[in-house]
């Protein structure tokens, strides 16, 4: 799904090689925000009727709460946490790769074979999904 920006998105982000390594970063049990990083930032999404919007733009100097420049309006929600709730992203295989923590905090992976730039998105088993 093509994300919408309401601001200028910064250029550092779209520098050409910078989508080599990625990832989407999701809140345990939410599927209505993520957060997409590659090698020189993030962008916070929220996805609202169908429509995936760019909230913030961040790069880091050291950790996801050192930011170094930023575009758009930083959200109130504690986005640094999704960290350890849902990470994908594509391994030195060309797979895509999920790690997470199931119901009971056990830490978790799940790999799946990436055929297409959508097979990234994979379910989770057993989730509890809240809306």
Not at 43 to 50: A, L, R
Not at 65 to 79: F, L, T
Not at 88 to 93: S, Y
């Amino acid at each position: 799904m093509p994300i919408q920006f309401s601001f200028k998105s910064l250029s550092a982000l779209e520098k050409p090689g910078a989508n080599k390594e990625y990832n989407y970063i999701f809140p345990r049990g939410h599927s209505s925000r993520y957060m997409y990083g590659n090698n020189v930032g993030n962008t916070v999404v929220e996805v609202k009727d169908g429509v995936a919007k760019a909230v913030w733009q961040f790069t880091v100097s050291r950790g996801l709460e050192d930011i170094a420049s930023s575009a758009g309006k930083r959200p109130s929600y504690n986005y640094v946490q999704w960290v350890t709730d849902i990470l994908m992203f594509n391994d030195e295989h060309g797979n895509i790769k999920a790690v997470y923590k199931d119901d009971k905090g056990q830490q978790k992976d799940l790999t799946a074979k990436a055929k297409s730039y959508t097979d990234i998105i994979q379910p989770i088993p057993n989730e509890t999904r809240k809306h």
